[in-house]
């Protein structure tokens, strides 16, 4: 999938890049592969269309019509499009001027609304908030069960709500709300029932709960993995009930997520969580930036791109892609990197913009510290050519040698080649291999 | 039958009545065609099937100088979902597993195939394999109370492969007609849950030669284009007989079914169309199809 989609936007991209400059026509040939690629994510169609529009009028834009670099131009107007629809920064939850602050998690079955009610209270508490949970969910069997059994798992306090106490449901909230006060609760975590957006009913009896608890926040629970179908039930909450923000869940899994895009786009509400697994602790907070990487598909190699275009001499990198695709990476050619890398700014900061998942999902535990390539450079220039070419011939006497001449310690000769042999055997990982391919 | 499904789909028929529409006016050819792509696009269809339904439709129209679209999409789609034999294996005593991605209905859908056959004077049985969600067990559990059906379960955290294995013997030992294994919900993404997926397979097979007779692979209709990956990784893991489409009620097309079946050759086998254990379908290709361009 990640190298389907990477492959399509890199061929996109080099289209725009052989033109030279950008013209109309060879813009419309690259949306329709963005739009491609944003079906295949499941954004909807609609929305897709009219995104297409923005960025189209801004490519045309005369700036980018004339820039020398329209490729990165097309790619960065995409990114910043769909990063701001997104919602630019993340967003944090809203509390009440005077608790109890009422935070009420809604949606259709199955989403994952009881789930992340127990994760959201888990995140509050360690806020060093007082949580309380309770379940309107008086209709699935064994909801309340749920609820409670995760609320004791948390070791949180859980309210239990019945449908005897809910036969009248005015005075039911009434005495739940007072409880919450009276005990010092902040906040108070309403999960309810799964509903359909076109059962007017129950839909109805939503409305009403919130007129009477007015919550801080509404929150609607989406599953990342929805189709097309995601704008008409994200609206239909958004205008029978009244949303504050979203959460995107499931997200662990590889569904590309263009429901975030589509809800977002339709409801004008912000995401601020992401459910990355079934556990009360898998709950992060919202990057747009990432989401909109994972729905183009490609994590941010596209501003790695960029940014090893702007800074680095683009000759030099071309000679060190085209040596790791065939394996002559030696540690000459290492040390012209590190001095590249310096020119582009720390390489932590860099490796923070490759996708943490598909072949870059190693590099995250690779030792990284900026500090130490300053001293791994000075090594390597204390090498012969020879040993550069060929580090194997690196014997006990030589790395004393090396040592001595950089003035670093013979540990630290040794993890620098040990850390060689290491990237040389991920460089040939065949997945990379494909992802290079690309670039 | 069809009326239910009809009647329960038409409250949001609005995607299809405008195909109703479409068909209606006498414009050119392509431009039809090009708006029937993005209504197959906005049923989840995907591009790549969208589009080889789209160009057998073109070449079809060309062939047979054939103004009824309408007529012609129909019967190609009905000749898509209909590629697979869709008949339920109905041979006793049976064991079938209910197998699927987080919160898709499984639990529901086992409840619904037992109210089904136990309606049909068929002993039926459940065991819950689903350790590890909170409540999952009593879930299954107080569905047994309501259909008055003996459930085997065990207890949370516990092997599920251990607690099928018991249920397997409870049920070899009363002659039960048909146990449904209501697993826990798995993204296809982990491999140690997908292990664990085909230990209980193997399980079951070792105990009762030729079963599992059914995996249904239960499918949220309202699931994009990763239906297909899901299906494909579950295929590989348990393997898949049918697929249980769920919450065609909403107004989720369920056209993921469609990729899903041009790719995977697998027989969509029931439809969910609601929360009680009575909204069930048998799958018809011909009465899916009416339903969707109705
Ligand atoms: N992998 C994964 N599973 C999740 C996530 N969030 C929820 N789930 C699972 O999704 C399934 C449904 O979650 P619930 O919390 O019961 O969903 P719900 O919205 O309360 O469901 P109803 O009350 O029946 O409408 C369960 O199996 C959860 O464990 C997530 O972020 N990742
Ligand atoms: N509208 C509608 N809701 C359904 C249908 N099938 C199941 N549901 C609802 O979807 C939610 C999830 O159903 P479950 O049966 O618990 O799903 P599951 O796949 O067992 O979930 P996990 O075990 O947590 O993975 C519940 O609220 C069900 O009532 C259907 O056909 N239509
Ligand atoms: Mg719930
Ligand atoms: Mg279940």
Same mark, same amino acid.
């Given at each position: 999938m990640f190298e389907q989609l990477a492959e399509k936007i890199q061929r996109t991209l080099k289209f725009i890049r052989g033109e030279g400059k950008i013209t109309e026509k060879n813009i419309a040939e690259a949306l329709k592969m963005l739009r491609l690629a944003f079906l295949e994510a499941d954004v909807n169609y609609k929305v897709v269309k009219e995104f297409e529009a923005r960025v189209k009028? @801004?490519?045309?834009?005369?700036?980018? !019509? !004339?820039?020398?670099?329209?490729?990165?131009?097309?790619? /960065?107007?995409? @990114?910043?499009?769909?990063?701001?629809?997104?919602?630019?920064?993340? $967003?944090?939850?809203?509390?009440?001027?005077?608790?109890?602050?009422?935070? !009420?998690?809604?949606?259709?079955?199955?989403?994952? *609304?009881?789930?992340?009610?127990? $994760?959201?209270?888990?995140?509050? *508490?360690?806020?060093?908030?007082n949580p309380l949970l309770v379940s309107f969910d008086l209709k699935r069997l064994a909801a309340q069960d749920q609820l409670r059994i995760i609320s004791k798992s948390l070791n949180l306090p859980f309210y239990g709500m019945t449908a005897e106490k809910m036969k009248n449901p005015a005075e039911a909230l009434k005495e739940l709300m007072t409880f919450t006060r009276n005990r010092g609760y902040d906040p108070l975590i309403v999960d309810t029932a799964g509903r359909l957006h076109i059962d007017e009913e129950l839909m109805e009896e939503l409305r009403l709960v919130r007129e009477i608890l007015e919550p801080t926040e509404v929150i609607y629970v989406g599953d990342a993995m929805t189709g097309q179908d995601a704008v008409r039930s994200a609206q239909a909450f958004e205008e029978k009930i009244g949303l504050t923000s979203i959460i995107l869940t499931k997200l662990d899994g590889d569904a590309r997520g263009g429901a975030a895009l589509s809800i977002v786009y339709v409801t004008h509400k912000p995401i601020k969580f992401i459910g990355v697994g079934? /556990?009360?602790? /898998?709950?992060?907070?919202?990057?747009?930036? @990432?989401?909109?990487? @994972?729905?183009?598909? !490609?994590?941010d190699i596209l501003s790695l791109i960029e940014k090893a275009e702007q800074e680095a001499d683009l000759k030099e990198a071309e000679e060190i892609a085209r040596k790791i695709k065939k394996q002559q990476f030696t540690l000459e050619d290492f040390r012209k990197q590190l001095q590249q890398l310096k020119k582009m700014g720390s390489l932590s900061g860099l490796l923070d913009l490759l996708p943490k998942a598909g072949p870059f999902k190693k590099m995250g535990n690779l030792d990284v510290d900026d500090k130490k390539l300053v001293y791994f450079e000075a090594i390597i220039n204390s090498m012969t050519p020879a040993e550069r070419e060929n580090p194997r011939i690196i014997d006990g006497r030589r790395r004393a040698r090396i040592a001595r001449g950089s003035g670093r310690p013979i540990q630290e000769v040794n993890q620098l080649l040990k850390q060689f042999f290491e990237m040389e055997k991920m460089l040939k990982k065949s997945d990379f291999q494909k992802l290079m391919k690309n670039i | 039958m069809f009326d239910k499904l009809k009647q329960k789909l038409s409250k949001t028929r609005e995607i299809f009545s405008r195909m109703e529409q479409l068909f209606q006016s006498s414009r050119p050819r392509e431009e039809l065609l090009e708006e029937l792509y993005e209504l197959l696009i906005l049923a989840d269809v995907g591009v790549s099937t969208t589009d080889r339904i789209i160009s057998g439709l073109r070449d079809r129209a060309r062939k047979t100088g054939s103004a009824d679209l309408k007529a012609l999409l129909k019967q190609e789609l009905v000749n898509l =979902?209909?590629?697979?034999?869709?008949?339920?294996?109905?041979?006793?005593?049976?064991?079938?597993? =209910?197998? #699927?991605?987080? #919160?898709? #209905?499984k639990t529901t859908s086992a409840a619904k195939l037992a109210y089904r056959y136990q309606s049909q004077g068929k002993k039926v049985m459940l065991a819950a394999a689903d350790t590890f969600r909170a409540a999952a067990q009593e879930q299954l559990q107080l569905w047994g109370k309501k259909l008055n059906l003996p459930v085997v379960q065990g207890q949370s955290g516990a092997d599920p492969a251990s607690v099928v294995y018991d249920a397997i013997q409870s049920f070899k030992a009363r002659n039960y007609d048909l146990l449904l294994v209501d697993t826990a919900g798995r993204l296809h993404t982990y491999s140690n849950l997908m292990a664990e997926l085909e230990k209980i397979k193997r399980v079951i097979s070792r105990e009762i030669a030729g079963a599992p007779q059914e995996i249904l692979l239960v499918l949220d209709s309202t699931i994009g284009q990763n239906a297909i990956v899901q299906a494909r990784e579950f295929n590989r893991f348990s393997g898949i007989t049918g697929i249980f489409l769920t919450k065609l009620d909403g107004t989720a097309r369920g056209g993921s079914v469609l990729a899903v079946t041009d790719e995977l050759h697998l027989p969509v086998k029931f439809m969910g169309i609601g929360e009680s254990e009575k909204d069930l379908l048998e799958f018809s290709a011909e009465s899916f199809v009416e339903a969707l361009l109705s």
């Open positions: 009028a @801004r490519a045309l834009d005369q700036e980018v !019509m !004339m820039s020398l670099t329209p490729a990165q131009h097309f790619i /960065k107007i995409v @990114r910043d499009e769909l990063t701001e629809i997104l919602g630019g920064e993340a $967003k944090p939850l809203t509390f009440a001027g005077h608790p109890p602050s009422v935070f !009420m998690l809604v949606g259709l079955q199955g989403s994952g *609304k009881t789930t992340t009610s127990g $994760k959201l209270a888990r995140y509050v *508490k360690g806020l060093g908030r079934e /556990k009360f602790d /898998k709950l992060e907070v919202f990057h747009p930036d @990432r989401m909109a990487s @994972r729905i183009l598909g !490609m994590g | =979902l209909s590629s697979q034999p869709a008949a339920v294996n109905e041979t006793w005593p049976a064991v079938w597993m =209910l197998v #699927g991605v987080n #919160g898709g #209905g």
